[in-house]
């Protein structure tokens, strides 16, 4: 069964160093999301990507934050300048349509210390 | 606008059933279903649609009151493997951003 797969699985990065976040979406699909979820609490929305472009963000996803399709596989997550509060677990997620079923990816522990 | 969900948690004894409530202060376009075990991704479970469609696994059912913005959904016959975290997650517009609630914990005993 196809999934979405994320590496690395942990990062541990020092505050204020830059972090690349990489997610490989379902083949087929054209629709990805990226969320965070701090340990114990919801799973928040960041961003959604399709066609190349952001389609929405939220008030989280700032200007220290970029997401990058470099190629037909690949959809990243960039966080410029890390921050502690950006110690999190991060998940992609991909669909077939804008609002159908995500599928998620066993997600990033990033901790910034 | 986050959707609110009821309860935080339950209890269940294998075999029980258990009803897991979503609601929403706006009209909705659809609610969606995850569970999340401890230490995993999210992992999905249905969507339901206004004007009634939906779409999800077999063996869970739910149900979306449209005049109340308002989702629930029903654990019958619970098993162990149901443990975990449920989150509602609402779209106000069809190519809106899912937004989740806090999630409600279920805890099953053998």
């Known amino acids: 069964e196809p999934e979405v797969t994320q590496t690395p699985s942990h990062q541990v990065t020092q505050m204020g160093q830059e972090v690349i976040l990489r997610c490989v979406p379902i083949?087929?699909?054209?629709?990805f999301y990226w969320y965070r979820q701090i340990l114990g609490q919801k799973v928040e929305f960041l961003v959604s990507?399709?066609?190349?472009?952001?389609?929405?963000k939220s008030e989280i996803f700032d200007d220290q934050f970029s997401v990058e399709r470099p190629d037909g596989s690949n959809f990243t997550l960039k966080i410029r300048s890390t921050k502690l509060e950006d110690s999190a677990m991060y998940f992609c997620a991909s669909s077939g349509e804008f609002g159908s079923e995500q599928y998620f990816g066993p997600g990033t522990r990033l901790t910034v210390t | 606008q986050q959707p609110v969900q009821s309860p935080q948690a339950v209890i269940l004894r294998e075999g029980e059933d258990a009803v897991i409530n979503c609601s929403s202060s706006?009209?909705?376009?659809?609610v969606h279903w995850y569970r999340q075990k401890h230490g995993e991704a999210p992992v999905f479970l249905m969507i339901?649609?206004?004007?009634?469609e939906q779409k999800g696994h077999d063996k869970i059912s739910a149900s979306f009151n449209e005049k109340k913005q308002q989702s629930s959904l029903y654990l019958t016959a619970s098993q162990l493997s149901y443990s975990g975290t449920y989150f509602c997650g609402t779209e106000i517009g069809r190519d809106d951003k899912i937004i989740f609630g806090k999630g409600t914990r279920l805890h099953i005993l053998p």
């Open positions: 339901l649609l206004k004007g009634g």
């Open positions: 083949s087929n699909h054209l629709y």
């Open positions: 990507f399709y066609n190349n472009e952001i389609s929405e």
């Open positions: 706006k009209a909705l376009y659809s």
